[in-house]
């Protein structure tokens, strides 16, 4: 029968069902094959997996060639789509295949495909302006692709052994695994060449702040199995930046790499160092910046080798670091990971300020490390001020046997507290003070002193015994309490949850003050024997004489004093009448 005969004679219609192949399943297939002028018409639309293809063509013969002329083609899935540009031509002739200005277009995006293909010769150009990289998530949209893609490819020669060119550019490379950490797009740009039984190419990755790295590798011997290759660049340390903002800190400075890739296509090796150069890292809640970090590690495709990395804090003092990181199945694991603190002075200008000796060792898998040691405040200085700073980060900490007064207060830190990520790091912390912390503020000046250890977790740290006062007082318009008892623990915040108490006697009162609550917001309460309301107990211990006869400038000085130490906690009084009368 002549070729062209069925072309012009043939007609179909066909519906399938449901159909299931392995993890694809086709919900829906109809095509329909109807006669034509010159030939056949062919229509086809498929429904599978989210996805509709619809396709529409004319088939017909010229000089005993097939001809396919393609007038429409669309792909849709996961919302996005690709179509037809243009009507194009596909012309079969015995085992060769011509295709002449096949444009696909995705919103402003083109890829043009034109050449011809046969067993024995390819001579194929391929052309792709502005496609957008979201294409990608038609086939798994948890990609989340962004960026442009545009480049070209020439294939050329024998069939068996063709030389094929390839150059593509991807602006605002991201994808969804990579923008959940909070690092940024970058450009990426490659070029590579298959020709002689080997594959080579070039990739040059360039994004924010100076990021500049290029990996070339070279792919030979059967079925191009050997692999060589170099990764060299410079890597700004200001990427991570977005992954520390939770919790303040910043880095800046650069890392330098250089690395050498071996081994083979299906089990890589890769052998290099990596060197950090006048690095500074910024942490806003200890107030801490260490400046000319510096330091080397070595890099394999299984750990993180580091040698030595030291900083200098900029008030005095220095960092350390060394230890391993390793990668390998089943899980990530942190080896030893030893973080040395030498004379290390912090002061966040607004509370604390000290001097910390200690060190502490991180181990175990990235989803359940440990880290223990031990931390020397050489002096720790607490200045008690009027507002809470910002920069006490809030803990769900627990205290094992506290005192009535701290439990009531740290149960209003019992709301669920939301953790920056899933690792969990157990703590087996012991925190030493050998009568170094200093606090002082609002009439108060004392010094304690002793040990505190951190057990539990990071997600659920619990304190275990609290620092012992050494020796105190309480200074109330000149008169001196000395304190009798006092301890220092955590309430729930990094600052430090006072419980002090002093006894004085005064025009035969029994008084005693209290000071108790996190050392940014203390409460002072005033207790008597006899039973006297808080006014009245202030004006015998300040004047050593009953609220009534105290002068009009004595009731003004009483009441800047109780302005300064936060008010009472009785409710109005004499003290409040008073002042009203002289109008204070």
Do not use: C
Not at 58 to 87: F, M, W
Not at 464 to 488: I, K, M, N, P
């Amino acid at each position: 029968v002549p070729i062209n005969e069925p072309l012009k004679s043939t007609e179909a219609k066909v519906q399938i069902g449901s159909i299931t192949a392995g993890k694809i399943e086709v919900s829906s297939t109809r095509i329909d094959v109807t006669k034509g002028q010159t030939g056949l018409r062919f229509a086809m639309t498929t429904i599978a997996d989210d996805a509709r293809l619809t396709l529409g063509a004319r088939l017909n013969s010229v000089d005993e060639a097939i001809v396919v002329t393609l007038d429409e083609l669309q792909a849709n899935r996961h919302g996005k789509a690709l179509k037809l540009a243009k009507p194009a031509t596909i012309k079969i002739h015995g085992d060769a295949v011509a295709i002449r200005d096949l444009t696909i277009q995705s919103r402003d995006g083109r890829l043009n495909v034109d050449g011809e293909a046969s067993n024995k010769s390819l001579d194929l150009n391929v052309n792709f302006a502005s496609m957008p990289a979201e294409l990608l998530d038609m086939i798994d949209q948890s990609i989340g692709a962004k960026g442009r893609l545009n480049g070209s490819a020439r294939i050329l020669g024998p069939s068996e052994k063709p030389v094929v060119d390839l150059n593509i550019a991807w602006q605002g490379a991201s994808a969804q695994s990579v923008a959940q950490l909070g690092l940024p797009p970058v450009d990426l740009r490659a070029n590579g060449r298959l020709a002689e039984s080997a594959f080579s190419a070039r990739l040059d990755t360039s994004g924010q702040d100076g990021l500049a790295v290029t990996t070339q590798v070279k792919l030979t011997g059967k079925s191009y199995g050997t692999l060589n290759g170099t990764v060299s660049g410079r890597v700004p340390l200001q990427i991570a930046n977005a992954m520390l903002a939770e919790r303040d800190t910043r880095l800046s400075g650069i890392a330098l790499v250089n690395a050498q890739l071996g081994g083979s296509r299906d089990t890589p090796k890769l052998d290099g160092e990596i060197r950090f150069e006048d690095a500074t890292v910024r942490d806003a809640n200890s107030g801490t910046t260490l400046q000319k970090v510096n330091g080397t590690a070595r890099i394999t495709e299984t750990a993180l080798q580091i040698a030595s990395v030291r900083g200098i804090g900029d008030k005095g003092g220095e960092v350390s670091l060394h230890g391993a990181i390793s990668w390998s199945s089943p899980s990530a694991k942190i080896d030893a990971l030893t973080i040395t603190l030498d004379r290390l002075k912090i002061d966040d200008k607004k509370q604390v300020s000290g001097e910390l000796d200690g060190s502490l060792v991180v181990n175990g898998p990235i989803d359940n490390l440990m880290a223990t040691g031990r931390i020397d405040l050489k002096r720790l200085d607490v200045l008690v001020p009027e507002q809470l700073p910002r920069s006490v980060a809030a803990l769900n900490l627990k205290h094992v046997n506290a005192p009535p007064q701290f439990t009531k207060r740290s149960g209003r830190n019992d709301e669920p507290q939301s953790q920056g990520g899933n690792s969990i790091i157990g703590l087996q912390i012991v925190i030493s003070a050998l009568d170094r912390i200093s606090i002082r503020g609002r009439g108060l000046d004392a010094m304690l002193g002793g040990e505190l250890k951190l057990r539990g977790t990071s997600n659920e740290p619990v304190a275990e015994g609290a620092f012992q006062l050494v020796q105190g007082r309480l200074s109330l318009l000149g008169r001196q309490l000395d304190f009798e008892r006092g301890t220092a623990a955590f309430a729930g915040t990094l600052e430090p949850y006072l419980d002090m108490e002093a006894v004085a006697e005064a025009d035969g009162v029994t008084i005693t003050v209290t000071v108790s609550g996190p050392a940014s917001r203390p409460e002072f309460k005033f207790s008597s024997q006899p039973d006297l309301p808080d006014d009245e107990i202030l004006a015998r211990l300040v004047f050593n004489k009953s609220l009534i006869k105290l002068t009009p400038m004595q009731i003004a000085q009483l009441a800047s004093e109780v302005d300064k130490i936060g008010g009472l906690t009785s409710g109005p009084g004499m003290l409040d009448k008073l002042k009203s009368t002289i109008g204070i």
